[in-house]
């Protein structure tokens, strides 16, 4: 009787996102746990997690981790022939991206990796995701799940949502009660007076910290200013215009209450956030949001107007840009970089921003457009184009989500600089990110389920795009890495 001959797939037809350049060549290296792992002295510790992640061993050089000069930041070249597997790189990063190939190889076919040369390196250098974790609390485990998934498709930014309307989650000395009142939100659909919420510990977001950088992840924390700050007024009547009462909110939306610009205090309080969210967290970003501020509260408050009359605004539109370069300042004064809202540009024709500030678009691309216009690196997450992963896959009450509809053949066709632009503002754009807001995810498998394979697919697109046909050809892959990686995921139409 004729065996049935096991027929190697291709590695070209394996890897996702599609690498820049890809040869597939006869034969396969088996992977083993008696592989050995080595590595030149810059790579010894991703050779470490190269051990842990393959289940292998280090010693000889079966699979080797080689450093050569002259290559870019996140670049990499990998061979796999039938008898050893090289990685080369100039950076950690890049060899990073290699041990990503190696690993979605041996995940989808059985540790048996097709011989192949891959060479290959990013088109964007900003390639992240955004977890609201106000909203709904996700657990420490889940944000390390995603993080190694996104990094495993070539994701490298992380937009941590820790303060909000509903919640405020970041432990900050001297503040007792950003943790007794602001953390909690009482939950009005029961009349037994529950609590939903906490803060992440400091332990936690250090946990996280270490994570995301040994899967070669930025975390950006975001602190709202100066509008969805309902959980902080409730701690802190005295940072509002009408000193109060305040809740912690429990239902969803924009309100009216919001910083009072007029209030030292309110600044003297940011101040220490600041330097202590800078040094909790120790990469070079801190977005410090500027979204959906409604200034109804300022045109009445005596101390606002006073503010503006000192300042020679002649707007409240210019009240919220001249607080958001004294936020901005503080965000400097730790030597790191700030990040906003596209709504951080209202009210800046006159005064201008801080030449540094960096603007996501996220009310369609013409935030993007205009801030890159007047000199500002751009983030493009617009939720016209699909980078609200919140909303639904399909304009249909079957499918769970908020909002709009944002579907995968939006996602397959995104790009982060659309036709619109010219060629210089180009230029200004770092990237792009796919957000994902919590109103409506009750658990980390809904959060899933939103999540993927939309990301996998805007991942491509950051990585090295596509044809929208093409990738959504690869769809079905992508549910097979889902299937493999233990993620729930959407298996419906692309629109
Ligand atoms: C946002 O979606 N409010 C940034
Ligand atoms: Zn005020």
């Known amino acids: 009787m004729a065996m049935k001959t096991h027929q190697t797939p291709k590695a070209s037809d394996l890897l996702f996102p599609v690498p820049l350049s890809i040869e597939d060549r006869e034969g396969a290296y088996r992977l083993h746990h008696t592989t050995t792992i080595a590595a030149s002295p810059p790579f010894e510790a991703l050779a470490d997690t190269a051990a842990q992640l393959l289940g292998c061993k280090r010693g000889g050089e079966d699979l080797l981790f080689k450093h050569q000069e002259g290559f870019g930041d996140e670049e990499y070249r990998l061979t796999i022939s039938k008898v050893q597997v090289v990685v080369t790189a100039s950076s950690e990063r890049g060899a990073f991206y290699g041990l990503g190939a190696i690993r979605k190889l041996a995940l989808l076919n059985d540790n048996i990796l097709p011989a192949c040369t891959v060479a290959d390196k990013p088109a964007f250098q900003w390639r992240g995701f955004m977890l609201d974790c106000v909203r709904h609390f996700f657990s420490v485990d889940f944000i390390k799940k995603l993080i190694d998934t996104a990094s495993l498709f070539g994701l490298n930014r992380f937009h941590w949502h820790l303060t909000d309307d509903q919640g405020w989650r970041i432990p900050i000395d001297g503040w007792p009660e950003l943790e007794t009142v602001a953390s909690k939100r009482r939950e009005l659909q029961y009349e037994d007076g529950r609590t939903y919420g906490r803060m992440y510990t400091k332990e936690e977001i250090a946990e996280v910290q ?286």
Not at 377 to 395: A, F, I, K, W
Not at 446 to 473: D, H, T, V
């Open 210 to 495: 270490a994570f995301a950088h040994s899967r070669q992840m930025l975390v950006i924390p975001e602190v709202e200013t100066p509008g969805h700050v309902s959980a902080l007024l409730a701690a802190y009547p005295e940072f509002g215009c009408s000193g109060g009462p305040y809740e912690v909110q429990d239902r969803w939306g924009i309100f009216s209450e919001v910083l009072c610009a007029g209030n030292d205090d309110m600044l003297a309080f940011f101040d220490d956030v600041i330097t202590q969210v800078a040094s909790l967290f120790t990469d070079p970003y801190i977005h410090i949001g500027g979204d959906e501020c409604p200034q109804t509260e300022w045109e009445q408050c005596p101390k606002c107007q006073a503010r503006m009359r000192s300042e020679g605004l002649k707007a409240e539109r210019e009240l919220q840009s001249w607080l958001t370069s004294r936020i901005s300042a503080m965000v400097h004064a730790h030597g790191k970089r700030p990040i906003g809202w596209d709504e951080v540009l209202d009210g800046t024709e006159e005064m201008g921003l801080p030449s540094d500030l960096i603007v996501q678009s996220w009310q369609g691309v013409r935030g993007g457009i205009e801030a890159a216009k007047r000199g500002h690196q751009v983030v493009m997450s617009p939720n016209t184009e699909g980078c609200y992963l919140d909303y639904r896959h399909l304009d249909s009450e079957e499918e769970m989500g908020n909002l709009g509809v944002s579907t995968l053949r939006q996602l397959a066709s995104f790009t982060p600089t659309p036709p619109e632009m010219d060629e210089h503002s180009r230029t200004m754009v770092l990237g792009a990110q796919a957000n994902l807001w919590s109103e409506r995810v009750l658990s980390s498998r809904q959060a899933e389920y939103l999540l993927f394979p939309r990301l996998q697919l805007l991942a491509q697109q950051l990585w090295n795009p596509q044809e929208g046909e093409k990738n959504l050809e690869k769809v079905e892959l992508l549910i097979r890495y889902c299937e493999k990686l233990d993620l729930a995921c959407y298996r419906g139409r692309a629109e």
